[in-house]
Nanobody, 117 residues
C-alpha cells in the first residue's frame, strides 16, 4: 500500500522557518516526480514546488527565494524548507507523487501550516 506521510507543520510567527517532510512508503520515490501543494481555506489547491527525478526544481512565484525543495532518495523522503514565512503562507500543505513511467499518482493527507503573530 502506497502512503505519503507529511510532517513538520505547525504554528509559527511571521519571518520564522519550518521544514516539512514527506516520507513515502510502498513506492520508490526516485521513480516519481514529487511536489508540494497547498490549500488555504476557501481557495483552490495550488502548486508550491516540484522536484523532478533529475533533481530539477521549480517554484511558484509566491515562494521563490523563500522555499527550497529537496529529495533524499535513499530515505524515500522529500523536504520543503520554508523560510521568511508570511501569513499568506497559511494553508494545509500536501505532498504529491507522480510516477514517471505510468499514470499512477498519490496524495498525502496534508499537514497544517499556520503563520500568525
Amino acid at each position: 500500500q502506497v502512503q505519503l506521510v507529511e510532517s513538520g507543520g505547525g504554528f509559527v510567527q511571521p519571518g520564522r522557518s519550518l521544514r516539512l517532510s514527506c516520507a513515502a512508503s510502498g513506492i520508490s520515490s526516485n521513480m516519481y516526480h514529487m511536489s508540494w501543494h497547498r490549500q488555504a481555506p476557501g481557495m483552490q489547491r495550488e502548486l508550491v514546488a516540484i522536484i523532478l527525478t533529475t533533481g530539477t526544481t521549480n517554484y511558484a512565484d509566491a515562494v521563490k527565494g523563500r522555499f527550497t525543495m529537496s529529495r533524499d532518495n535513499a530515505k524515500n523522503t522529500v523536504y520543503l524548507q520554508m523560510n521568511s514565512l508570511k501569513p499568506e503562507d497559511t494553508a494545509v500543505y500536501y505532498c504529491f507523487a507522480k510516477y514517471t513511467l505510468g499514470p499512477e499518482f498519490y496524495w498525502g493527507e496534508g499537514t497544517q501550516v499556520t503563520v500568525s503573530s
